[in-house]
């Protein structure tokens, strides 16, 4: 394709002079802040890839500020624009021509805009086998054949394609081409951008390549009747049910009849399908498969049809007397209206014929009705329908017909009711000769809904979801009529069971009554045991035909001297009666409250009531006397702990306990004692029973204690350990230890109590005045080795180097003891055999039993390291030193003499008699200064003084030469 490279950009440029005088102006004058128009033409877009991001704001003429916004006049590119910037992709411009932009700044309310002229791109051509095509295609779309090498650039949609003259077919209609009107073959198309401004038109090249489509053929049918022999298509070729197809095709099998068993096999055996499989559609298919990728394959199909008409009678469920409906049912592929007759036959449950009848010229195509009314059928159960003779079959391609029986049920279920008076709510309706769907007396369990009826009133109930339970087609089913007026007698009830027709036989008119209330007696004493206020309660249903006699009379228990008494005559209602009781002296007295009716309800069984109440004036004990805190020793109550019964009281009598002030239900005296509860007791009096008003505390404290527990009741002690009682290991789970010098009895001990080896000591845990029963047995081992003994000197000489190992080697121990060294008596550390002994350092030591690593008691060594002979260690005193401090003889000191004369002192002089220094073992070295002013001696003779301090020694004088 030929294109053109050169991208013109054709700028016009507005100068203003300005002239100098404006400079002069007092005031800021902001104009054109939005700059001026600019026109810009941009060819070639596909070679600069900076137009992906293409400044429009520096394409402005003028002096614009920033801070304004970018819009597009064309709606189309304002996704492509950034607003804030004024960056456009002109590459995802894809419409050649002009397009205008345009800038806005609030600043000076002024806009300016920037008009692209956008020469066209058509894409690249296509023109080597990348565009291709089915030929059953009717609308190919050539943009989808413009390759694009880059592909964040559109190609152009606003160009115009063309049919190469050498190829021209007249089925292009703008970008789409009709393939499949055009055939199969090679067609060019160009499509064609067009100038814009300085930009030539441009075009690209797509060479489309259309290939054929495969062809399958048309569908097939073959229909055969299921009477016909098929001996004859044994071998049936199916490319012959099928038209046009091509040859290259491979058959399936889609019904798995295994007559396909090869993608070149194309024959069935319509016999074996048949005798295999029997009457039905099998379907075969033929698949052709495409030359090219770009077309699908194609299908058709043969049907091998095997059919008969068959008919199904179908009768529903109804109860007896009802007309009797029967349908029938024809299985007819082909939907074809034919006629018949036939006999009709019912049998019942016996298989004998109860009914037959002639139907003739049945027209039908795929459902029959017969309608026999009244029904011939007279008793319940199960029947079966059935065709026989059928003849002069007419209209149908197969003359073949059966018709299958069918069978149905004939219900005759009886509701019924057998009392009248009801003391519940519930009625029971008695449902007797009820069958199943099979005819024989039910014995399942069914959900129904229900629906009853006052007749007088018409108030309806309907109960949904209540399931009814039958034994041999017997069952109750219980009916609420509470809702309805006690004068209410008369009701109706209809059943429904969505999957059982029988109950909608049942439609039971019933007269059911409710047992009318009683009248209800009741004496309201505000005390029983101390009374105050005596009411008389009656509450009487109302009486349509009677009334009542209500009558009380007071009197002392065990005097027949009536005291109160009162009669009351009416026809219902509540009544209360207050008795006087105020002249009634304190003693135990009775109510008697009686009433008598005289009404006639056909369920009144009842007519005479009679209560008694007992009442008491100042009959109330006093509460009991007791201590509202009692501890008990859990183990004092073996083995349950202590009661009831275990708490004192020390005034009251005819007890009752209680486990809170308010609690109803005495407890037995037996009932066990719980820790930390509170108990409530009352005192009663044996006359009236009458229970005491307030009731006595007490608070239960039950100490539990437990054995002692112990991971070593077998210790054993090193006697350094000076171990007591305390060291023992003895835990208490809730109180202390308290230790005994013997099983039972015997005496306390301290816990600082020494333990002693072979001693047995007793643990108990005690919790506060409680101890646990038994006593955990410590028996005690003290193992207590020998001191070691030191039979040695300690005066030794530092210069034989002696260790701890020359001081064992003068101690004495058992055979098989070892010794340990330590610093110190307490909190000591270990010393090492090995360690060199130092003077005025104290050493302890002590033996160690091999069996338990127990030490004995620690004897204390120190040493003195002076103990030393000159002669046998050359002492000698040196002459001379040289202090110019090269590190070599820098000081003067004489060597080892701390060792032989700990207490020696010497002192240098000058040759004038001068004290230079004085040392001694604190301060054994001369480093050549005068120690009295500070400044340096210098070379020449020295004269020392050495006293030894020791065995009365003569001081010794000699030289010392100081050499710098």
Not at 273 to 296: A, E, L, R
């Amino acid at each position: 394709m030929k294109k053109n490279y050169l991208i013109n950009f054709t700028i016009r440029l507005v100068s203003l002079l300005l002239f100098s005088a404006i400079l002069l102006h007092t005031s800021t004058v902001i104009a054109q802040c939005a700059g001026q128009d600019n026109t810009v033409t941009i060819c070639n877009k596909e070679q600069d890839a900076s137009l992906e991001n293409f400044d429009l704001f520096s394409q402005l003429n003028g002096t614009p500020l920033t801070g304004g916004t970018w819009s597009s006049e064309d709606p189309i590119n304002t996704s492509l624009l950034n607003s804030a910037t004024g960056e456009v992709n002109l590459w995802l411009i894809n419409r050649f021509g002009t397009h205008i932009f345009t800038y806005t700044n609030e600043t000076c309310n002024e806009s300016a805009s920037v008009t692209i002229n956008l020469g066209g791109y058509p894409g690249e051509d296509n023109i080597d086998g990348g565009a291709n095509a089915c030929s059953d295609d009717s609308a190919v779309n050539l943009f989808t054949f413009l390759d694009n090498e880059l592909t964040n650039i559109r190609a152009d949609i606003n160009g115009t394609w063309e049919e190469a003259p050498a190829t021209l077919t007249g089925h292009l209609s703008e970008n789409i081409f009709n393939a499949h009107e055009a055939g199969p073959g090679t067609y060019t198309f160009t499509y064609t951008v067009d100038a814009v401004d300085t930009c030539l038109p441009e075009f690209a090249t797509v060479v489309l390549e259309v290939h054929r489509s495969p062809e399958a053929g048309d569908d097939g049918i073959l229909i055969f009747c299921q009477n016909e022999d098929f001996s004859p298509f044994t071998n049936l070729n199916l490319n012959d049910f099928i038209v046009g197809e091509d040859a290259n095709g491979i058959w399936s099998d889609g019904s798995a009849t295994g007559q396909i068993t090869s993608p070149s096999d194309n024959t069935i055996n319509l016999q074996e399908i048949y005798d295999n499989f029997g009457v039905g559609d099998y379907i075969f298919t033929y698949t052709v498969y495409p030359d090219h990728g770009v077309c699908d394959e194609e299908s058709s199909s043969v049907t091998i049809s095997i059919t008969n008409i068959n008919g199904q009678f179908e009768i529903n469920n109804h109860c007896l007397g009802a007309p009797l409906n029967i349908d029938i049912s024809y299985t007819n592929l082909l939907n074809i209206p034919f006629s018949h007759d036939f006999e009709l036959e019912i049998r019942n449950a016996n298989n004998e014929v109860i009914h037959t009848e002639i139907v003739e010229d049945l027209a039908v195509t795929t459902q029959g009705q017969i309608a026999i009314d009244p029904s011939p059928i007279t008793t319940p159960g199960m029947y079966t329908v059935s065709a026989v003779n059928i003849s002069n079959v007419d209209g149908l391609i197969c003359d073949s017909l059966t018709i299958a029986e069918g069978s149905f049920v004939v219900y005759n279920a009886t509701a019924s009711i057998e009392e009248l008076c009801f003391e519940e709510d519930f009625v029971d309706i008695s449902i007797e000769n009820f069958l199943d769907n099979t005819g024989n007396p039910a014995n399942e369990t069914i959900p129904i809904n229900y629906t009853i009826t006052h007749i007088g009133s018409g108030q309806s109930t309907l109960v949904e979801n209540q399931e009814i339970t039958f034994s041999n087609g017997i069952a109750n089913l219980p009916i609420d009529i509470s809702s309805y007026p006690n004068t209410s007698n008369d009701y109706n009830l209809v059943i429904n069971a969505p999957n059982n027709n029988g109950f909608e036989c049942i439609n039971l008119n019933f007269t059911a009554s409710l047992v009318p209330d009683d009248i209800q007696l009741s004496v309201a004493i505000d005390n029983q045991c101390n009374a105050t206020n005596v009411v008389t309660v009656i509450d009487a249903p109302l009486l349509s035909n009677g009334e009542y006699t209500v009558t009380y009379e007071v009197r002392e228990v065990g005097n027949p001297t009536l005291l109160e008494d009162l009669e009351v005559v009416f026809r219902g209602g509540q009544v209360n009666n207050q008795v006087n009781i105020t002249n009634l002296n304190p003693g135990n007295y009775e109510i008697i409250l009686r009433s008598t009716q005289n009404d006639t309800h056909p369920c009144r069984t009842t007519f005479d009531f009679e209560i008694t109440e007992y009442f008491s004036i100042g009959g109330i004990p006093d509460a009991p006397v007791l201590n509202n805190s009692q501890t008990f020793c859990f183990d004092n109550y073996t083995p349950n702990g202590p009661t009831i019964n275990n708490i004192v009281v020390d005034q009251g009598e005819n007890l009752v306990w209680y486990e809170s002030e308010d609690a109803t239900s005495p407890l037995d005296i037996d009932t066990v004692l719980i820790d930390g509860e509170d108990y409530f007791v009352s005192a009663t009096n044996p006359t009236n029973n009458c229970q005491s008003s307030d009731r006595s505390i007490v608070i239960v404290n039950i100490i539990t204690t437990n054995t002692i527990t112990s991971n070593e009741v077998n210790p054993v002690f090193c006697s350094s350990d000076n171990a007591t009682l305390a060291n023992l290991d003895a835990t208490a789970i809730n109180g202390t230890v308290v230790w005994y010098d013997s099983e039972t009895g015997g005496n306390i001990l301290d816990p600082s109590t020494t333990l002693i080896n072979n001693t047995s000591y007793y643990a108990v845990e005690s919790v506060g005045t409680c101890e646990s029963a038994t006593r955990l047995q410590f028996n005690v081992t003290v193992v207590a080795p020998p001191t070691p003994q030191f039979i040695g000197s300690t005066l030794m000489c530092a210069l034989d180097n002696p260790t701890i190992l020359t001081l064992e080697e003068q101690i004495t121990i058992n055979e098989g003891f070892e010794l340990i060294w330590y610093d110190a008596s307490e909190n000591e550390n270990e010393i090492d055999s090995t360690t060199l002994l130092e003077e005025g350092v104290v050493y302890y030591v002590a033996s160690i039993d091999p069996n338990t690593g127990c030490e004995s008691d620690k004897i204390t060594i120190s040493v003195v390291l002076s103990e030393c002979n000159p002669e046998d260690y050359d002492f000698f005193i040196p002459d001379g030193f040289s202090p110019n401090n090269d590190t070599v003889n820098d000081t003067y000191y004489i060597p080892y003499i701390e060792y032989f004369y700990p207490d020696y002192e010497y002192e240098i002089f000058n040759r004038y008699g001068q004290s230079m220094f004085k040392g001694d073992i604190n301060q054994p070295e001369w480093n050549g200064k005068n120690n009295g002013t500070g400044n340096d001696a210098t070379s020449g003779v020295y004269f020392y003084v050495l006293k030894y301090n020791k065995n009365n020694l003569k001081p010794k004088q000699g030289r010392i030469y100081l050499s710098k």
